[in-house]
């Protein structure tokens, strides 16, 4: 059974993965905060990304920026002219949409058009056109056959037939603004001051930091290309139309990586080769392989600069959907900050004695969306023993708890003595806990959910013998350990 988003979302509330931002205010739009296990999930995900880009690679060097630069860096990278959606505001409901997430199509009864549905972009939206379109026919009495709906973008609408568009909030025709340019990003005022001189931006994304600092990491390195810049943080875009929970927010994380190349190399086989270091890297961390695919971005659609994009897309709840876009970007961020900052970003390439700017290849991946789709991938029900239980089969390596230590009883001093023991020795290397309350099948079933690998039962025999039954999430079976072999066992699953 495929899983919904309201499994998702239930799991995440229940057991404090996230939660609305400032609750109890009634929450802000576009905002979340990871609870208690939510943020080791996080981490693990951003642990697992620095692990596989950064330390085990030789090519590849870190970088933490700050989240608000100089403005002149944005006003370089093209963002603050163009780093807009088209927004679209119905004026008697006062909605606000992304003019290409909305699809129109004229009602066509007998080549006769009696009207126009207008839906969100959704994976129903075939559908509630349809039935728009049967309410209205039956509205207005209309005899005939409905001719089959040709859903188009709203951007593609004439001015006149913006004007006939019904508002997917109201279903009153023109009562929709024709599109118009809205930038995403926050602004801000950096000292004392506010005017327009004091105007500074919350970063729309991480990877203009690496950029103005690469001949700061050039000169501090002395790397030879082709090398690359990997830095995790936060990002800010002001959304239109934030939904599908923490997959569309307005602040969110960002892992990317500049990965610097010789403007002679061969940037397509280099491009392939990220791609497919990519996706292997969203399986390796238990994102299930069959919902994962390539995108690969039309050359037409492509900005004037970059020379190629693929996205890896997972088929979430709500669709396919973008988790990462991995794009050759020629030489176009560096060569714009050189010409606006006056300061020379060339790399001077020590074998053939020549100066370049180098050119770029750019794996940008959202930590929010890998956490969606980890969650996606991982959420199950099953039965045991007749009981149904829910089960999170994360990868051990990503599970927020690594191992639950747990005394069969928790009126016997040695035995709670003996598991207080396992718990400490276990905290040395990961996040465990320890529960002695309610039934043993219960507290089982309370890691299961939360996606605890293992389950480390202290038992009458443990304190004759010194072993322990070690349980494994997935298979449910129990195997007996002397104490001294729980940690390497748990390395080994952890570090596969
Ligand atoms: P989209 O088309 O979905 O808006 P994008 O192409 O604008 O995404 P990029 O600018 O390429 O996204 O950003 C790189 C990555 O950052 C995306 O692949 C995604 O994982 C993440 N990301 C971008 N915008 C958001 C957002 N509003 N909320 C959460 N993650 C985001």
């Avoid at 006056?342 to 770029?360: A, M, N």
Wanted: net charge negative; hydrophobic share 40%; charged share 25%.
């Amino acid at each position: 059974m495929a899983t919904s988003m309201d499994d998702i979302l239930s799991l995440c509330r229940r057991r404090g993965f996230i939660f609305p931002s400032s609750e109890i205010y009634g929450g802000i739009a576009g905002f979340y905060d990871y609870g208690p296990l939510g943020c080791e999930l996080k981490k693990n995900i951003r642990d697992a990304w620095w692990r596989d880009m950064v330390y085990r690679r030789d090519d590849v060097v870190g970088l933490d920026g700050s989240i608000i630069m100089h403005p002149g860096v944005w006003m370089a990278s093209g963002h603050v002219d163009g780093f807009s959606d088209p927004m679209v505001d119905c004026r008697e409901s006062k909605m606000r949409y992304r003019a290409d997430q909305l699809f129109y199509a004229p009602i066509l009864v007998d080549d006769q058009v009696i009207g126009y549905v207008c839906v969100l972009e959704d994976t129903s939206m075939e559908t509630a056109a349809l039935e728009a379109a049967q309410r209205l026919k039956s509205k207005l009495s209309v005899r005939g056959e409905l001719q089959p709906l040709q859903l188009v973008c709203y951007t593609s609408a004439s001015e006149t037939v913006q004007k006939l568009i019904p508002s997917p909030a109201t279903g009153t025709p023109g009562t929709l603004t024709p599109p118009r340019a809205f930038n995403l990003m926050f602004a801000t005022h950096v000292g004392a001051i506010s005017d327009d001189a004091s105007t500074a931006y919350l970063r729309p994304e991480t990877a203009q930091g690496i950029f103005v600092n690469f001949k700061n990491i050039l000169d501090t390195i002395h790397r030879k290309l082709p090398f690359g810049v990997a830095q995790i943080g936060r990002a800010f875009r002001n959304e239109i139309t934030p939904r599908n929970f923490i997959f569309r927010s307005r602040e969110f994380e960002q892992m990317e990586l500049e990965y610097f190349i010789n403007p002679d190399a061969d940037w397509e086989s280099l491009h392939r080769k990220w791609v497919d270091e990519r996706l292997r890297w969203h399986q390796s961390i238990g994102i299930r392989p069959e919902l994962l695919s390539l995108q690969v971005h039309a050359k037409e659609k492509l900005a004037h600069y970059s020379k190629a994009c693929t996205d890896i897309t997972f088929r979430y709840p709500f669709g396919q959907q973008e988790i990462e876009g991995i794009a050759a970007r020629g030489n176009f961020d560096l060569t714009r900050h050189q010409e606006a900052s006056g300061k020379s970003l060339e790399y001077f390439d020590e074998e053939t004695r020549q100066k370049y700017i180098p050119h770029v290849i750019e794996p940008s991946v959202g930590v929010d969306r890998v956490l969606l789709a980890v969650l996606c991938s991982a959420y199950d029900q099953d039965e045991i023993s007749g009981e149904e239980r829910t089960v999170l089969r994360l990868h051990p390596c990503l599970a927020p708890v690594k191992a639950a230590v747990l005394p069969l009883v928790k009126n016997k001093p040695e035995l709670v003595h003996m598991a207080q023991d396992i718990r400490k020795k276990l905290t040395r290397h990961w996040n465990v806990s320890y529960d002695a309350t309610g039934a043993i099948g219960r507290r089982y079933r309370r890691m299961d959910e939360i996606g605890t690998p293992f389950a480390i039962t202290v038992d009458f025999e443990s304190l004759e013998n010194g072993t322990v039954t070690l349980r494994e999430r997935d298979s449910t079976e129990q195997q007996r350990m002397d104490v001294e072999e729980i940690v390497a066992y748990m390395t080994t699953a952890i570090n596969s």
